[in-house]
């Protein structure tokens, strides 16, 4: 338990470096931009994240296998790197290419007048395309200190990007795009020093059958880690679609802060699910680990949500100014549901990290509710955020009374041991 709390605060200090860097960005955005501007900007940048949710998994399938074959043969490490890395290059190339050719469509739904905005963008989702490889290597090597300097250079050359291009060149919407873009160049490299030492091994042939047990592993992952993606970012796409471009700035802003409660302790979740994978091959209990880091979650992430219900529109009027205040009630429902899906977020990567798959019905209730309530009630951005609310708290309490069911039936499998 000491070594898990240990690597725990390792990443939680590293990574949430990050988490600040990413909002002082978007501190530095929102206030070099109009409320209508930030809003379309964070609904490109809402709509990139919800196109690329399914690269949330590359990470974590890249560390389960990286840390199969480092106990045998780190030649087999450095075919990984290669075939994987191949492939989300083209993969990269091929969504970019679809993504123009649905520029019409893309600039009509979100109201972009000019393709420049939506092209940067689909750029920034080609790169994330990338990114994830050398990334979940790092963890599945174990390397948690480079693992989580690579994760915050994202960030701080992204940063340092909007100081330039947003705040001193006043490129708007196309600067914004454009410092992400040089956060994702300066992170891949990032990653590649950490690697530096696996790049001059020799490739050793991949198993056979690899492909079809990555993908078989990954359908389930996928499904789980899209959903969560998309319910973090849906709400803003459709609240920009249904309400006026103010209300939707307000939103954006309510949403940037809300987040906070979600990315503080989400960052425990990469410990969380080489701990749980390892105790199962191993055959020990691991719920001291899931209670762990449910707990700090919570503590974290509620943490914060009450803060916002005691402070919202004076954190709103300090962060982001005066024009902005009105988003403060936003800010205390945002907040709340975050939190939510932070805790939530810790249940689904356990079982992921188990192979247990039953808990998604639970996912897809959730969204099914949102989606469905928002399509007959959008009048204004609060009804919205309190139907995200409703639809994650539904994730929520399903996948608590899983996870209890799943543990009253391992309790015939290790009783029998017991004598």
Same mark, same amino acid.
């Given at each position: ?9 390792? %990443?939680l200090i590293l990574l949430n470096s990050g988490n600040l860097f990413n909002y002082l960005f978007q501190l530095v955005v929102g206030r070099s ?20 949710? !399914? ?7 890249? +560390? ?27 993969? +990269? ?18 109201? %972009? ?14 790169g994330s395309f990338i990114l994830p490889v050398p990334w979940g290597m790092l963890q599945g090597l174990q390397r948690?200190?480079? =693992? ?12 340092? /990007? ?10 708007? %919407? ?9 956060? %994702?160049?300066?992170?891949? @490299? ?14 050793? !042939?991949? !198993? ?8 078989? =592993? ?32 307000? =939103? ?26 390892? +105790? ?22 509620? /943490? ?6 005691? @402070? ?11 024009? =902005? ?95």
């Amino acid at each position: 338990m000491k070594r898990f709390l240990k690597q725990n605060f390792v %990443i939680l200090i590293l990574l949430n470096s990050g988490n600040l860097f990413n909002y002082l960005f978007q501190l530095v955005v929102g206030r070099s931009m109009s409320p209508a501007d930030f809003g379309g900007f964070n609904a490109l940048n809402s709509t990139m994240v919800i196109f690329a949710a !399914p690269l949330a998994i590359v990470p974590l399938v890249m +560390a389960r296998f990286t840390a199969r074959f480092v106990l045998t043969d780190m030649g087999l490490v450095r075919a990984l790197l290669s075939r994987a890395g191949l492939y989300a290059t083209g993969l +990269a190339v091929v969504a970019y290419g679809i993504g123009a050719a649905c520029l019409p469509l893309i600039q009509s739904f979100l109201h %972009i007048e000019s393709p420049t905005p939506v092209l940067l963008m689909l750029g920034v989702m080609a790169g994330s395309f990338i990114l994830p490889v050398p990334w979940g290597m790092l963890q599945g090597l174990q390397r948690f200190t480079g =693992y989580g300097i690579a994760g915050a250079s994202n960030a701080l050359f992204r940063l340092l /990007g909007a100081l330039l291009f947003v705040m001193f060149l006043t490129w708007g %919407i196309n600067g914004a795009l454009l410092s992400s873009l040089t956060g %994702i160049a300066a992170a891949i @490299a990032v990653n590649c020093l950490f690697l530096r030492d696996v790049f001059p091994l020799k490739a050793s !042939p991949l !198993p056979k059958g690899l492909i079809k047990e990555v993908g078989t =592993y990954s359908i389930g992952m996928l499904i789980s880690s899209v959903i969560v993606m998309v319910l973090g970012n849906l709400d803003l796409v459709l609240v920009r679609h249904y309400c006026d471009a103010e209300g939707a700035g307000l =939103y954006a802003t309510a949403a940037i802060l809300g987040r906070i409660a979600f990315y503080l302790p989400s960052v425990l979740m990469s410990v969380l699910f080489t701990e749980a994978a390892s +105790a199962k091959e191993s055959g020990r209990n691991d719920l001291s680990s899931l209670w762990t880091s449910m707990g700090l979650t919570a503590l974290l992430g509620g /943490g914060f949500a009450l803060f916002c219900l005691i @402070a919202s529109s004076f954190v709103v009027k300090l962060l982001f100014g005066a024009s =902005y205040t009105a988003a403060g009630p936003l800010l205390t429902v945002i907040s709340g549901a975050m939190a939510l899906l932070a805790v939530a977020n810790i249940l689904f990567v356990y079982f992921q990290a188990r192979s247990e798959f039953g808990f998604v019905w639970f996912q897809v209730a959730g969204v099914g509710l949102f989606l469905g309530l928002v399509t007959v009630f959008h009048d204004t951005p609060m009804t919205v955020a309190w139907l995200l609310f409703s639809g994650i708290s539904v994730m929520l309490v399903g996948s608590l009374a899983w996870l209890l069911v799943r543990v009253r039936s391992r309790k015939p499998e290790v009783m029998p041991h017991a004598g």
